[in-house]
């Protein structure tokens, strides 16, 4: 009886270190982007490239990497939607270019729906 005990303990013990090793901790999932990448370069190509760049490695003196940026890989979705509509002005203290990112990449037009499509877009950018 003690042996068989003994047995079970162990047995949970490495069953709950396996679980643990393939699952917990670690990062969270990734969440699938919301929007459309196809459409997403679309409207990238005619908001943002001009600062980020065709590419998405940002322009000297304008627009941030994207394709490396630890801000766009760590924000969600949501979050990044509500920061790219309302931009950042260069007298932000989280701002590192010193020049402003204005609302919507300066295209008003923008919908919701484009920007999640430009957010999908350059998450396949991401390195």
């Known amino acids: 009886m003690k042996k068989m005990l003994y047995l079970f303990v162990v047995l949970s ?53 994207l394709t490396t940026s630890q801000f766009f890989r760590e924000t ?18 989280a701002n590192t270019t010193g020049v402003d990112m204005p609302p919507k990449g300066g295209n008003p037009a923008l919908t919701d729906e484009d920007i999640q499509n430009i957010i999908a877009y350059v998450r396949t950018l991401q390195q």
């Open 13 to 65: 013990l490495l069953g709950g270190m396996l679980l643990a090793a393939c699952g917990g901790g670690g990062s969270a999932p990734t969440e699938k982007p919301a929007g459309d990448a196809v459409a997403g370069k679309t409207a990238y190509d005619k908001t943002c490239v001009a600062c980020h760049g065709s590419d998405g490695k940002g322009m000297p003196g304008l627009g941030k990497d």
């Open 76 to 93: 969600s979705d949501a979050d990044l939607l509500a920061f790219v509509k309302t931009g950042r002005p260069a007298s932000d203290p």
